[in-house]
């Protein structure tokens, strides 16, 4: 029941979110949909945030992790812009909330983890402050890129976003390590 409990209530959130504000939410619209009582919810989660963060995680950044590497890493950037086209008013919302920072942090972490997988295929053996240092660059410039396109409502076709990260990744990414290993 607890992963089910967990379900009902995203769902909830997802369907109350597509007539209200997030920040106007109540645990108990929540529940009342999901058709669960209050202390379900806090059983599971501390706020309505954390269920947002859950969703986001149980949604996306799972997805996009399992069995994500440097070559199928495009094909992972086009999941997580499907599933923002596909969600485009759930996670409008989400930035447009209080909490905008977990759509920014789930934005920063799938990001992250693409160009990781890059980083570590093209030199296993990475100074780590120098992947660090790559990572956080082209993983927040990946989740800038998507945030400006949620917030430009859509316009950019998708295979045009994915071919300016990968022009960037496949190329910038490599010159940056060899041009610091080479010194």
Request: net charge negative.
């Amino acid at each position: 029941m607890s992963s089910i409990a967990k379900i009902r209530l995203a769902h909830a959130l997802k369907n109350l979110i597509q007539t209200k504000p997030l920040d106007k939410i109540t645990i108990d619209e929540l529940t009342q949909l999901a058709d669960l009582n209050r202390n379900t919810f806090y059983y599971h989660f501390a706020d309505i945030y954390d269920l947002l963060d859950w969703t986001f995680e149980q949604d996306i950044i799972i997805q996009v992790k399992r069995n994500l590497t440097a070559k199928n890493w495009p094909s992972k950037y086009q999941i997580t812009l499907d599933y923002i086209s596909t969600n485009r008013h759930f996670c409008l919302e989400s930035l447009h909330s209080q909490r905008r920072d977990l759509l920014e942090n789930f934005l920063f972490e799938l990001g992250t983890q693409m160009v990781k997988s890059v980083v570590l295929d093209i030199d296993d053996q990475i100074n780590p402050h120098l992947s660090c240092d790559l990572i956080n660059f082209y993983g927040g410039a990946i989740a800038s890129q998507v945030l400006q396109w949620l917030l430009d409502d859509l316009k950019t076709p998708k295979n045009v976003l994915i071919s300016r990260a990968t022009a960037i990744l496949d190329g910038t990414i490599e010159f940056v390590i060899h041009k610091n290993t080479h010194k």
